[in-house]
């Protein structure tokens, strides 16, 4: 699976929009771009996922440039219930169920 | 609808004892995936499971297996254990198996295992 690298931590304050860019750059064809999060002491949680462009669902929007090779995630108007660890993954059909997490990007949303 | 559930909650073992974590999926998911998650890092994964039988592990010794049965649930089983193998555990349910594109899983609330 495509390695990912991304930001150990990012601080924010209520009602800023929140964007967490995720660098992978040896993903392959058939590899989607994954986020997840997790609050303490609870499992991750599924947000978004997207192949390329743009996607965006109720909680996040998702940039995926052209090249494929960094993807952004972007939380509008956080509230401090957004204060979480942020994941980003990349894997395809190959990776099946397996889902390979980074240390993730730990945000703190402050009041 | 239940999500995942997993039992127990917390669990605190001494080093060489044996311990069994269990896990019931979402209804209607045939996939069970386990991982472990040390503090302070993300959840690395040991074992997928699907229709009863075993379809990826990961890098962890022997000591660690796991099975899955009729009704979908499933039980990580942790022998000789270690204090290193203090961690969350976590199980993950989904509906498909490796033919999928979606890594879309749903992962329960953890049993947190504390070995002194």
């Known amino acids: 699976l495509a390695k990912t690298t991304q930001p150990i931590s990012m601080d924010s304050y209520e009602g800023q929009e929140v964007n967490i860019t995720c660098s992978h750059n040896?993903?392959?064809?058939?590899?989607?771009i994954t986020w997840y999060q997790q609050f303490p002491s609870q499992g991750p949680r599924f947000i978004i996922q997207?192949?390329?462009t743009k996607v965006t669902n109720e909680v996040a929007s998702l940039f995926i440039p052209a090249d494929r090779k960094s993807s952004t995630l972007s939380l509008p108007r956080v509230s401090l219930s957004d204060t979480a660890v942020y994941y980003c993954?990349?894997?395809?059909?190959?990776?099946?169920?397996?889902?390979?997490f980074g240390g993730g990007t730990r945000v703190l949303v402050k009041p | 609808d239940a999500g995942v559930t997993q039992s127990p909650t917390h669990l605190i073992k001494t080093r060489g004892q044996h311990v069994t974590l269990r896990c019931s999926p979402i209804?209607?998911?045939?996939?069970v995936s386990w991982y472990q998650q040390v503090l302070g890092q993300g959840p690395q994964f040991i074992f997928q499971?699907?229709?009863?039988?075993?379809?990826g592990r990961g890098n962890f010794p022997d000591r660690f297996s796991a099975r899955q049965f009729p009704n979908y649930s499933s039980e990580l089983n942790v022998n000789a254990l270690l204090l290193g193998d203090s961690a969350l555990y976590l199980c993950?349910?989904?509906?498909?198996?490796?033919?999928?594109?979606?890594?879309?899983?749903?992962f329960g609330p953890g049993t947190r295992l504390t070995v002194l």
């Open positions: 993950a349910s989904s509906f498909f198996s490796g033919a999928s594109a979606s890594n879309e899983q749903f």
């Open positions: 040896n993903i392959a064809t058939n590899d989607y």
């Open positions: 997207g192949y390329k």
């Open positions: 993954l990349v894997g395809g059909k190959a990776a099946g169920n397996k889902l390979t």
């Open positions: 209804s209607g998911h045939k996939s």
């Open positions: 499971y699907y229709e009863k039988e075993e379809r």
